[in-house]
């Protein structure tokens, strides 16, 4: 999956505290930009929880509607807890992706899936959290990729500055 993009969709989200960490997250997995559609995270567009301040880095971009931002030749991923969904255990990312995720207090509409290549859901007990499935559709993105950087330099270059600890 080298040499590939990934781009995020998020659908009318409305906690600034989400969509902050999901940049972060954005900033910690590579991913190229980040679209939302909607007013309500317009209103309240404080990156309270995105300390690396990854917004400067990776464009964060309000779309009226998602469709209109698919960069040209990804795959659409709706990330969805619904019946007919692909487990994402089993699922295998795709070179370029955009993937659209639902708002914290909804699921992804009918007409938004049907525009959507694939959906893909994390098989859990209950729902989780939009930020959450975030991270972990990302993390398992990188970990199936075979790009992982496990050296000691990548652990050096990504610590906190706090962080001296060593095992």
């Known amino acids: 999956m080298s040499n590939g993009f990934a781009c995020i969709g998020l659908s009318n989200p409305k ?42 880095r990776i464009p964060i971009i309000h779309s009226q509607d998602l469709r209109d931002s698919v960069p040209l030749g990804a795959t659409v991923v709706a990330i969805e807890l619904v019946e007919g969904a692909k487990p994402l255990i089993e699922y295998e990312h795709p070179k370029n992706a955009f993937y659209v995720f639902g708002p914290e207090d909804g699921s992804l509409k009918d007409d938004v899936l049907a525009w959507c290549d694939d959906v893909v859901y994390i098989p859990t007990i209950g729902c989780m959290n939009l930020a959450a499935t975030a991270n972990v559709v990302l993390y398992d993105r990188m970990a199936k990729s075979g790009t992982a950087d496990y050296s000691i330099e990548r652990i050096r270059e990504s610590q906190d500055t706090n962080n001296n600890t060593r095992v």
């Open 15 to 56: 906690n600034p505290e989400n969509v902050g960490i999901i940049l972060r997250a954005a900033g910690c997995y590579g991913v190229n930009s980040v679209f939302y559609s909607g007013q309500r995270y317009q209103k309240a567009r404080e990156f309270m929880t995105n300390t690396q301040k990854v917004h400067e």
